[in-house]
């Protein structure tokens, strides 16, 4: 049709050029573009359907077979809530129309506790592998809107949001971030950014930091929970400085390591005190406390949290926790009861292990004593959907069965818990997980006993990988260092591109790994990089991709690699996040009938026809389709 409507234009026959052509003629364009991502959407289906899903990690078929249905929400009256439009209170207006400072002082003055909902971003981090997808995320955030206008923020961006969207889901988080913020313009939006590290997994130039930060916030981050995975202050302060002037609410975060109710355990009450008293000295607007094991129990929660609030009455504090161990409905209860602001949990079905603690369990758990501001009857219908959601990412699921109390022992964070767990699955689990755990607990202690996080959470799960598969026992490692060729990131971590830790580094453990052929820094690694040539790399990019913002340049200086396989990728596929997830993650049946709102007011309805034969002579299929009535062939490379 595009071609019959182009010769049979009286101005393109006439022979005008063609840019001016395009001008002219808008509706004629815009027909060819559509057709361009129609075919390019029915490139993809072909391949899924030939090849199966091309989401790396995926095992299986999604386990929900039926359609999503939405949460309805009704009023405390019993009405049915109009969500046709965004809810209008919520905490954020504080910030948009009287700055970071009056919202910290306003989550102070809450009589209450708040709470920041973790599901569209920790939540999803720590159980489906990250995987949940802008389209589902955006289904439900009008609901979301409204039942959780009270909310303190909705987590949702940063982290390992961030590359996963790219790497995996071939998606441009920064899209992501927009299209929520439009659909959600109530709540706070939090990210989680890893200082010095931005959202990477090594340090990157200050300038890098501060152009993410400052277009993190142009697009819709309200509050940034900064933290370094050493607890390295220096490190820390690059994040802070660079959301300060990006205009955003800091929340600069202790991370909380092992256990200050053991006194063998290296990081106690004092320990964590310092750090603090360094942290409110950088002028932070609120203190994150970070337990990303879930190590913290209920007595320290008491002990740490009511001497924070003892020091610094008018410091809004705000505690993040994993449930890995089962206890932290009762550690952040305890947190709250003992004067933190603000709490983390999650959806309940996306909730417990090494998720956060559940939302519905929270406010039930904190009834009588102090209000939340949330509407628990609309938390706990918003979680229908969620409780589909589990089983669509079915596929991504670690399937972890029940609390773990030996994280105590081997203190592995939470999504990285359920990373490892997946991995030991695969080869049958059994005597390797046990075996895993122990390698890690005995990597941490090698490595100086460090606060474990991303990234050095990474460093220590390499390296006790590497204890396994090479057979190394503690004492192994010791005796054989200086010849031993151990994982990059461990000697990212020995060069001292992570920061410093607390203590130092071991020695001569670092000197004989390094073995003189990397040099031991002392100072922030941020100190000796050139800045990035935000400039130059623009132009590059152009030249390259054509249209390029501020936001890809700051995804590429995170991830130059990703940032390039993502865009090829979308140059063949298109913009896959409109398409549903049933037929992202599995081909449809054929004759089966769906839609795909390729953009507002276009919508492809489509139909899988038939699979040819294979072509022995040239290793492709045929895959036929029905795109709006017309029928269609894509031609495909079968590589099984
Ligand atoms: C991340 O850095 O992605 C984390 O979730 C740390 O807890
Ligand atoms: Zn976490």
Request: one cysteine or more; glycine letters at 8%; a negative charge.
């Amino acid at each position: 049709p595009f071609l019959l409507a182009l010769l049979t234009n009286e101005t393109f026959v006439k022979g005008k050029c063609w840019t001016t052509f395009i001008d002219d003629t808008p509706k004629l364009f815009e027909m060819l573009t559509s057709q361009n991502r129609a075919q390019k959407l029915l490139a993809f289906l072909a391949e899924l359907t030939v090849n199966g899903s091309q989401v790396t990690g995926q095992i299986g078929l999604p386990k929900l077979k039926s359609d999503v249905t939405l949460p309805v929400l009704k009023t405390s009256s019993g009405e049915l809530l109009d969500i046709s439009k965004p809810a209008t209170s919520g905490w954020r207006s504080i910030i948009t129309e009287q700055g970071p400072e009056a919202f910290a002082k306003a989550v102070r003055n809450f009589k209450g506790t708040l709470i920041m909902d973790t599901t569209w971003r920790d939540a999803h981090q720590s159980l489906l592998a990250t995987r949940v997808r802008t389209y589902d995320l955006l289904h439900v955030a009008p609901q979301t809107s409204h039942a959780l206008s009270g909310a303190f923020a909705l987590e949702c961006w940063g982290g390992a949001t961030f590359d996963v969207a790219m790497r995996f889901l071939h998606e441009d988080p920064w899209d992501r971030l927009r299209k929520l913020r439009k659909a959600v313009p109530n709540i706070p939006f939090q990210m989680l950014l890893r200082g010095a590290n931005g959202v990477a997994y090594s340090s990157l130039p200050d300038n890098a930091i501060e152009q993410f930060c400052v277009e993190a916030k142009k697009n819709g981050v309200d509050i940034f929970r900064v933290f370094d995975a050493l607890n390295d202050l220096d490190q820390l302060q690059v994040g802070v400085e660079a959301v300060k002037k990006a205009g955003g609410v800091v929340e600069a975060t202790v991370c909380y390591s092992g256990d200050m109710l053991n006194p063998k355990k290296k990081y106690n009450l004092e320990y964590y005190l310092d750090v603090v008293e360094k942290i409110v000295a950088m002028g932070t607007h609120i203190l994150g406390i970070k337990d990303m094991a879930g190590t913290l129990k209920p007595g320290a929660a008491t002990k740490l949290i009511g001497a924070i609030r003892a020091k610094y009455p008018d410091l809004p504090i705000h505690v993040h926790t994993h449930d890995s161990a089962g206890t932290g409905v009762a550690s952040m209860t305890a947190a709250a009861l003992a004067g933190a602001d603000a709490v983390d949990a999650a959806s309940n079905s996306m909730s417990g292990m090494t998720s956060q603690p559940s939302i519905s369990a929270l406010i039930a758990s904190l009834e009588g004593q102090l209000d939340t501001n949330l509407d628990a009857a609309q938390v706990k219908e918003i979680d229908s959907y969620w409780a589909q959601m589990r089983l669509l990412y079915s596929c991504f699921e670690a399937d972890l069965k029940g609390p773990d109390p030996e994280v105590y022992d081997h203190e592995i964070p939470g999504g990285q818990l359920t990373n490892l767990l997946f991995q030991a699955q695969q080869v049958g689990l059994g005597a390797q997980w046990k075996e895993t755990k122990e390698a890690y607990r005995q990597a941490n202690q090698l490595l100086g006993d460090i606060v474990k996080v991303t990234p050095t959470s990474k460093v220590v799960g390499d390296f006790a990988q590497f204890m396994v598969s090479n057979n190394l026992s503690y004492d192994d490692v010791l005796k054989k260092a200086s010849t031993l060729d151990v994982p990059a990131s461990v000697l990212d971590f020995f060069e001292g591109l992570m920061g410093q830790p607390y203590g130092g580094f071991p020695e001569p453990l670092r000197s004989e790994i390094l073995r003189g052929q990397r040099p031991k820094l002392t100072e922030r690694p941020g100190k000796s990089l050139p800045p990035v040539d935000l400039v130059g790399i623009k132009a590059d990019l152009e030249k390259r991709f054509g249209n390029i913002t501020g936001c890809d340049v700051a995804s590429y200086t995170m991830y130059p690699k990703v940032y390039e396989e993502y865009r090829k990728y979308i140059e063949k596929y298109g913009d896959l996040s409109v398409v549903p997830t049933k037929y992202f993650l599995a081909p449809p049946e054929i004759g089966e009938e769906f839609a795909v709102d390729i953009e507002q007011g276009k919508t492809l309805v489509l139909k899988l026809l038939a699979v040819g034969e294979l072509s022995t002579q040239t290793g492709t299929r045929e895959v036929y389709f029905e795109l709006n009535g017309e029928m269609r062939k894509v031609t495909v490379e079968d590589k099984h």
